[in-house]
């Protein structure tokens, strides 16, 4: 436990997810306030509210479709209601289903790409204003190495939606860092996440394990300690980039 982030609070989108769990527990041990936004599973976000306010901290959840531009921003008002946000981080996001390239159409690509870029897009409009007038915040936007690479040929929309989720990061930063706010991103690689067991094929699940130098999958913990820490002063010049958490994937 320390208090880097005392008096601060935070906003995780899919904050009850493996991944999204991790970053709100990695930011309550540092002392930050929590606002847990879920989907679907309100029993799974209240457990990890539950274990946040165990830490000492206060924490409440929030539902929202990500996917719908008018439930994304009903969730940013809703949580500038409960109190300022000083740290946003952009979790929620999935390829939603695996579709091939061949058989993409607009209601699918509507979805993906409201989930995974213009979401983040609009939180950012209705949260960063406070954020600029306050003189301090940061933006993590979660991407991953699919934005560098392509994807399979079943998740080409995902990559894309992350890729354009990478530009709206640098441009932000650059409008935004002038005014007190960071942004920047964390690209994980392959994760230890319910999506992976449940939703990769073995075979190829196994070749992504082998495709890092570390020969394994990566653990939530992994990416939540890094995205805490890119939330802190002691990360205060770091603006824009995007930090991989892959297990040296480009190396391999």
Known sequence: MTDELIGRTALVTGGSSDIGAAIVYALARRGAELIIHYHRNAERAAEVVDAVRA???????LRADLSNAAEARRLAAEAGALAP???????AGAPVRRVHWSELDEP??????GLNYRAPLYLCQGLTPGMVERGRGVVVNILSTAAWV???????AYASAKGALLTLTRGLARSLAPRG???LAISPGTVDTEFQRSGTPPEMLQELVKSNLLGRMGRPEEIGEVVAFMTTDAASFVVGETIHVNGGFYMS
């Open 55 to 61: 830490l000492g901290r206060r924490a409440w959840m």
């Open 85 to 91: 946000i000083d740290v946003l981080v952009n979790n």
């Open 108 to 113: 699918f690509l509507d979805a993906v790409f």
């Open 150 to 156: 392509g994807g399979t040929d079943t998740v080409y």
């Open 181 to 183: 706010v960071r942004v």
